[in-house]
């Protein structure tokens, strides 16, 4: 058994959705959650640019002795390779990118043409493309980005007209592509799911990486002995931002719903 805390770490409140999917699985872990506010959003930053920051903030929560890192971030994690290249990391870390959320996809497609709605930095990165191709190169992806979307989200104003007109007018593409298989491909995007599900119907499956990403995680923590166990008291969830706290708590709370406890500003 290992009491010490998980790492989560993502631009803004995205990584909200990841630490939510954590939590539901391991409540009874602690939690580290930073949100690099001061620097959203990433998509228009230079890769130099996210993966120094990315460092910065591996190290901080190194820092804390954390015993596992999830960077809940599809834009970072599609730089993870060359972020765990330049410097290496004694703690393991976790990107929401990965092979399970793909091979989810391609476990019920039908019709072999797959959606991912994403940033515009995800999207021109080529890195679900290139998971895909790992399993099966004949699959149809069609990469929508809608970067526009996600400040939207990120000031929690998930419920308003402008998010379904938007959401709207990024899905409306991909399904005229006859898509049957919709991959969430940023951590803003599960707070509207259910918006996203009534515009694209209920023939089209999405894909929360997010909730593969938890599983994965788990199953890490399981077979390593990391995972701690035999405790009746739910996990302590601290948060750090460097940006404004009061922003961070107000749109967390709207999409959360949750009780948010201090937000701590730092530097880095």
């Not at 526009?148 to 990120?154: K, N, Q, S, V």
């Not at 593409?173 to 259910?194: Q, S």
């Not at 119907?201 to 909730?211: K, M, N, W």
Request: charged share 25%; hydrophobic share 40%; proline share 6%.
């Amino acid at each position: 058994m290992d009491k010490r805390p998980i790492g989560v770490f993502d631009s803004g409140i995205g990584g909200l959705s990841l630490l939510r999917e954590l939590d539901s699985l391991m409540p009874y872990e602690d939690y580290i959650y930073v949100g690099d506010t001061a620097y959203m959003p990433y998509g228009t930053r230079t890769e130099q640019e996210i993966v120094n920051r990315s460092e910065q903030i591996i190290r901080f929560l190194e820092g804390k002795q954390c015993k596992m890192i999830v960077i809940a971030c599809n834009t970072i994690s599609g730089l993870l390779p060359e972020i765990t290249r330049r410097e290496k990391h004694d703690t393991p870390v976790v990107g929401i990118i990965n092979y399970g959320c793909v091979a989810a996809a391609l476990y019920v497609t039908y019709n072999f043409s797959i959606g991912v709605l994403a940033t515009r930095r995800t999207v021109n990165s080529g890195v679900y493309r290139e998971v895909i191709d790992n399993f099966d190169p004949s699959v149809s992806l069609f990469a929508q980005e809608c970067t526009d979307l996600i400040p939207h989200i990120e000031a929690g104003h998930i419920g308003s007209p402008e998010v379904r007109v938007l959401a709207e007018k990024y899905l409306r593409p991909m399904l005229k592509e006859d898509i049957d298989t919709l991959i969430l491909g940023c951590t803003h995007l599960p707070f509207i799911k259910n918006i996203i599900q009534d515009i694209i119907g209920p023939s089209v499956i999405l894909i929360d990486p997010a909730r593969r990403t938890a599983v994965l995680c788990l199953k890490t923590l399981r077979d390593n002995g990391l995972l701690k166990i035999n405790h009746k008291e739910p996990g302590k969830k601290k948060f750090f931002v460097t940006g404004k706290p009061a922003d961070f708590k107000s749109s967390a709370q709207l999409v959360l719903g949750w009780k948010f406890p201090r937000v701590e500003r730092i530097k880095l």
